[in-house]
């Protein structure tokens, strides 16, 4: 089943927002922070095993390069962070026309709490490399291995977020299923054109980009792992046209 993987997140998700709107306040920050650190460290051991996939090291490099100057000339990483911003004030402005109605204690309702709860954890959970790549990995047929590490770390993360934001956290998973679980069927109607060659590669290049993104989530340096997506397309097309499955 190819969808396990988004399932898996979808209740990790649910879990920790419960768990958060539960406790109602936000977790000691040296347990989030450990829980990051392992999960960098097992992002790192994913991407080297990813990336030793490939059978070409030109292709491999030719991949990465070609695709991080693609992705800084078109900016994703920008793009995607104004259309978080875009969409954020959008959903504010829909709740400003209820700010006029007071609650008892004075306070207006918690509709735009909901809104940043939502829209932040959309962002956090949706808006990542690991989302990409956890996606294609399982489209194509592999085990939802990078997705369940991702599921662990959304799972901290919402327990945070839902405790300091609310319920909007919770609804998160709406368009975490729709937009990751769409990725995967993608990829899935991908797989049956593409040769085990192409697979390997574009398995190989997003390891290097699974590296990048071990190094920013262990503080290490924060590299621009969203430009780097396009290295997907070129690894595909390279092993297409030069490689044999």
């Known amino acids: 089943m190819r969808f396990i993987g988004t399932l898996i997140n979808v209740g990790a998700v649910i879990v920790g927002s419960l768990v958060g709107l539960f406790f109602h306040a936000r977790l000691p920050k040296r347990f989030t922070t450990v829980a990051f650190q392992g999960i960098g460290l097992f992002t790192l051991f994913i991407g080297f095993t990813m990336a ?94 990078l997705l369940a590490a991702k599921s662990v770390l959304d799972g901290f993360a919402s327990v945070a977020l839902a405790a300091s934001l609310g319920i909007g956290v919770l609804f998160s998973v709406i368009p975490l299923l729709l937009y990751q679980g769409g990725l995967t069927l993608l990829a899935g109607s991908l797989h049956a054109v593409m040769s085990g060659a192409v697979v390997n590669e574009v398995s190989a290049a997003g390891g290097l980009i699974l590296i990048g993104l071990g190094i920013t989530i262990l503080e290490i340096k924060r590299l621009k792992v969203l430009n780097m997506l396009p290295a997907l397309v070129f690894a595909g097309v390279l092993a297409a046209v030069f490689l044999r499955s």
Request: glycine residues 10%.
């Open 52 to 145: 030793a996939k490939t059978k070409s090291l030109l292709v491999l490099v030719f991949s990465i390069v070609l695709g991080a100057i693609t992705g800084e000339m078109l900016d994703i990483d920008k793009w995607l962070n104004r259309f978080g911003e875009w969409l954020r004030t959008k959903l504010e402005r829909k709740d400003i026309y209820h700010k006029d109605t007071k609650t008892q204690s004075g306070e207006p309702p918690d509709r735009s709490r909901f809104a940043e709860g939502l829209v932040t954890a959309f962002l956090l959970f949706c808006m990542g490399s690991m989302t990409v790549l956890g996606a294609i990995e399982e489209g194509l047929g592999g085990k939802p291995t």
